[in-house]
């Protein structure tokens, strides 16, 4: 090869190189949940305590990049969307997503573009899909958290992390957690958010039955019940912060448990599930479908993960995360 050709080669290596970035999305569970009370704009004053969990939705963001051609493999478990202006969205799931404008993913996208005078044109999103959506493990928040950290780190934007967060709370209400991550307190819709210094360690078992709750219908529930006697957040708090395993078990709370079951009495057996194969504790997480059963440590929480595996659709061990979305650069070959 003389030279010439080789740089030649170079050039064309470099043209199919696109830039991008890779975003490890987390999971959230909530160790306590109070519903305090329906607001005038139909929202819901919460205190609850967030926690970030190890189990993640990965975005792959690029600019530039050709979407996939068609014929895509047929399969229910990969959908491709291109917008009319070029970005384009390709999602991997086990589980229906919408693969159109309504996903988070698009909304998050032009919401930032919007505020910044930039382009969604080039934008690729490919979404390995991994937490089961409907289940109150903050599934589809964690992605809108996920695009609006990942394109502001892809277009070099400068918008701190209270600004994303900002953006994130006109997506939802647990999508400015979804940024935080690690353990916080949210009040609010949730959006108000007090960082908490964790030192107590634990394991955590996720089961989702095979039925999805949508949140609109699990506040419709609270508020056509009988209002429930307030419990104190502050002692959890002081048990994560403090370490104290003994205390902390005790306190797990959760309004939706009370307004949800007449409507869905098997919350109660996925509970009694969990605590029968090993768990010390078990909570509805968020306005469920998932229950999540403490364990203090690894072996146990795995354990327990295997016993449940052939009794729900949905079974993870899973230990909490410090951190919100974590961003590494991506270089990827187009193929187009
Ligand atoms: O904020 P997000 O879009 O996730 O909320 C979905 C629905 O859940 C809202 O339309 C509202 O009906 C209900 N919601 C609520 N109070 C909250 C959060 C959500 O009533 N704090």
Known sequence: MNPSQ??????????????????????????????????PDGYHDLDTVFQAVTLFDTLRITLGEQPPKPPLPTSAERQLYVAPDGAWLEIESPWQVPCD????????????????????????????KRIPPGGGLAGGSADAAGIVAGVCALWNLKTDSAGQREWGARLGSDVPFCLLGGTARG???????????????????????????????AFQAFNSSRHFPPFDIN????????????????LLHNT?????????????????????????????????????????????????ANRLKAMYPFVAAVCPW??????SQAAVSNPG
């Open 6 to 39: 080789r740089s030649h080669g170079a050039r064309q290596e470099a043209s199919s190189i696109v830039r991008g970035v890779e975003v490890q999305a987390p999971a959230k569970i909530n160790l306590a949940l109070q519903i305090l009370r329906r607001r």
């Open 101 to 128: 404008e309504t996903n988070l993913i698009l909304k998050g996208l032009r919401l930032v573009a919007s505020e910044t005078g930039r382009s969604p044109a080039g934008v690729g999103i490919r979404l390995c």
């Open 187 to 217: 009040l609010g819709r949730g959006e108000r958010l007090t960082p908490i210094q964790r030192t107590l360690g634990f394991w955590v078992v996720l089961a989702k039955p095979d039925f999805s709750i949508r949140t609109a219908e």
């Open 235 to 250: 002692l959890l708090v002081r048990a994560l912060e403090e370490s104290a395993f003994s205390e902390f078990l005790p």
């Open 256 to 304: 939706f448990e009370e307004c949800l079951a007449d409507s869905h009495p098997e919350i109660a057996k996925v509970r009694e599930d969990l605590v029968g194969a090993g768990c010390e504790s078990a909570l509805l997480s968020g306005s469920g479908s998932t229950v999540w059963g403490l364990c203090r440590d690894e072996s146990g929480a795995r354990a327990a």
């Open 322 to 327: 410090n951190t919100g979305p974590q961003i």
